[in-house]
């Protein structure tokens, strides 16, 4: 009976596990993303294009962490696991805003 209660304990532990030891740093080469537990991921400054939010959706959508997709110039897009930069701060806003003013300065 708390069998189904216990499997969706444990995926929201290791969604949240997963987020939290992710990591993502914009600096003046470029875009590091690290969506744990894969390897970190660099893409060069002018290969990338904007940062857009992921929508919540499903009957717990609540219960979702934030997310991103990384839109690269070609098109394609990169999953991010975290919205927060120590060089940008928190949001997909402030990590957009961060990439221009690198753009701007660069």
Request: aromatic content about 14%.
């Given at each position: 009976m708390l069998l189904?209660?216990?499997?969706?304990?444990?995926?929201?532990?290791a969604a949240v596990v997963c987020v939290r030891l992710s990591t993502l740093r914009i600096t003046t080469t470029g875009v590091e993303v690290r969506n744990y537990p894969q390897a970190a991921k660099q893409f060069p400054l002018?290969?990338?294009?904007?940062?857009e939010a992921t929508p919540r959706v499903g009957n717990f959508s609540f219960l979702r962490p934030a997310t991103?997709?990384?839109?690269?110039a070609d098109g394609s897009r990169v999953p991010v696991r975290t919205i927060f930069s120590p060089d940008a701060g928190h949001g997909v806003e402030a990590l957009n805003k961060r990439v221009e003013s690198l753009r701007e300065t660069g």
């Open positions: 189904p209660f216990v499997f969706a304990g444990l995926a929201a532990i002018e290969q990338v294009g904007q940062f991103a997709t990384l839109v690269l």
